[in-house]
Each structure stands twice: as C-alpha cells, then as structure tokens.
C-alpha cells in the first residue's frame, strides 16, 4: 500500500467527538486508531461507525465495558433502537494504556484487529455503505485516525 492510498490521519481530537470520515467509508478500508485507555472518569469507551451525526443509526459500535463484567461489546442502532449485544468476554484494553485498533471493513462484516491481534468479527446487520461518521466517547484519548484502502 502506498501513502497515496490512504487520507491525511486526524491527530488528537479532544473526546467526545464526531465527526465526518474522509468521504463514505467503503468495503476495501481500513480504519486505523490509535490512543489509550483514560485511568478514571467513567467505565467505558465507545467507537460508534454511524450515519450521521444525530445518533440514531450507527451499524457499528464497539464499546469497551471496565465494570464488574469486563468486556468489548459489539451492536447496531437503527432508527434510535439498539440492537442484539454481541459481547466478547475478553479485555484486551487496559486502564491507563495505548492501544490501537485496526477496523477493517469487508463486505459481510468488520474485522477488529486489536494491538496488532485479530480480535472479533462483527457481521454486518445493515448496509454498511452509508457510514458517513466515526464518533468516539467516554474514557478514551485518541491521538491518531487514519483511513487507508487496503
């Protein structure tokens, strides 16, 4: 892959925040975070793949639960309304930690890579190819977004 194929990264957006992607997301990229874990002010963080920017669908979510149940939870809100939790029972972020999440976006699912280990897939429930946000909230510090065509 050459740097021509991928958009000028995002560095450092204060959280919360959404904003648009670099065109509509397509089958074919990846989605590349990078940031760490904040050590207290809450007990989750979420990377919401939403169609616009009001909240109300988002096909993809990946929220990071730090409560009794420690998990990564993965869903999709159509018109307002959550759907199914999927949920991993594994933790692969850790309170006061960078991490990097590499999202790549098939065309039946999303395939999440976590520090450089593939982590969950995520079948797509609705069409993916309105996706035209990317939000991120709760204990979470993100220093670097980059969009790239694999």
């Known amino acids: 892959m ?22 509509i997301i397509q089958y074919g990229q990846a ?10 002010g809450g007990d989750s963080f979420s990377v919401d793949f939403q169609n616009g920017t009001d909240g ?16 990564v939870v993965f869903n999709t809100k ?11 029972m594994e933790q692969p972020f850790q309170r006061g930690e960078p991490f990097q999440i590499q999202f790549q976006v098939h065309s039946t699912a999303f395939k999440v890579i976590v520090n450089g280990t593939y ?19 709760g204990v979470v510090k993100v220093s670097y977004v980059c969009f790239k065509n694999e």
Do not use: M
């Open 2 to 23: 050459s740097s021509g194929d991928s958009q000028p990264p995002s560095q450092n957006p204060d959280i919360p925040v959404s904003g648009p992607a670099p065109g």
């Open 31 to 40: 989605i590349i975070v990078n940031g760490s874990v904040l050590r207290s």
């Open 56 to 71: 109300s669908n988002i096909p993809f979510s990946l929220t990071a639960r730090f409560i009794k149940e420690s998990c």
């Open 78 to 88: 159509q018109n307002g309304s959550w759907g199914t939790e999927e949920k991993k």
């Open 119 to 137: 982590f969950y897939e995520y079948q797509h429930r609705v069409p993916f190819d309105q996706v035209d946000t990317i939000s991120f909230n």
